[in-house]
């Protein structure tokens, strides 16, 4: 750790809770306000080579709190909304097992035909085409 971090460690520790208040008059929320503290002190310390010594350090904390803050607003915009996905219980579509179970019936079933004689094999297309067409009729009349 360099002196200039280390001096900027030390004003950090004794500027917290003044950005703390800062950060939550923005946030409005605590959590989130010490996210954005945190952030704002990774990025001090990140750049302290970048502090210029005749400026005010509060002044310079609290533009980048600041500029954290606009940046996450920024962000959270052009996001679009979110939705938790927790919270989709009652999302509508098919179960996936029963689709694989389906499928893999289909593919047993087509393979049995399939080595079955010519006519046999005709004989069980007839059915299976006489099905289909009382379901769709029976669909259609619903």
Same mark, same amino acid.
């Given at each position: 750790?360099?002196?200039?971090?280390?001096?900027?460690? #030390?004003?950090l520790?004794?500027?917290l809770?003044?950005?703390?208040?800062?950060a939550? *008059?923005? &946030?409005?929320?605590?959590?989130?306000?010490?996210?954005?503290?945190?952030?704002?002190?990774?990025?001090?310390?990140?750049?302290a080579? *970048?502090?210029?010594a $005749?400026?005010r350090?509060?002044?310079?904390?609290?533009r980048?709190?600041?500029?954290?803050?606009?940046d996450?607003?920024?962000?959270?915009?052009?996001a679009?909304?979110t939705?938790?996905?927790?919270?989709g219980g009652?999302?509508?579509?098919? $179960?996936?097992?029963?689709?694989?179970?389906?499928?893999?019936?289909?593919? &047993?079933?087509?393979?049995?035909?399939?080595?079955? *004689? #010519? #006519?046999?094999?005709?004989?069980?297309?007839l059915?299976?085409?006489?099905? &289909? *067409?009382?379901?769709a009729?029976?669909?259609?009349?619903?």
């Amino acid at each position: 750790m360099t002196a200039a971090s280390h001096d900027i460690g #030390e004003q950090l520790i004794a500027l917290l809770p003044n950005m703390r208040r800062f950060a939550l *008059s923005l &946030t409005r929320v605590p959590d989130l306000a010490d996210d954005l503290v945190q952030q704002a002190c990774e990025r001090a310390l990140a750049n302290a080579a *970048s502090f210029q010594a $005749d400026t005010r350090f509060d002044a310079w904390m609290f533009r980048i709190i600041r500029n954290l803050w606009i940046d996450r607003l920024r962000r959270v915009k052009t996001a679009g909304p979110t939705d938790d996905i927790g919270e989709g219980g009652d999302i509508v579509g098919q $179960d996936g097992n029963s689709t694989v179970e389906a499928r893999l019936t289909l593919v &047993t079933v087509s393979e049995a035909i399939d080595r079955l *004689s #010519e #006519e046999q094999r005709d004989v069980h297309r007839l059915n299976i085409a006489a099905f &289909t *067409s009382a379901t769709a009729l029976e669909r259609g009349n619903n």
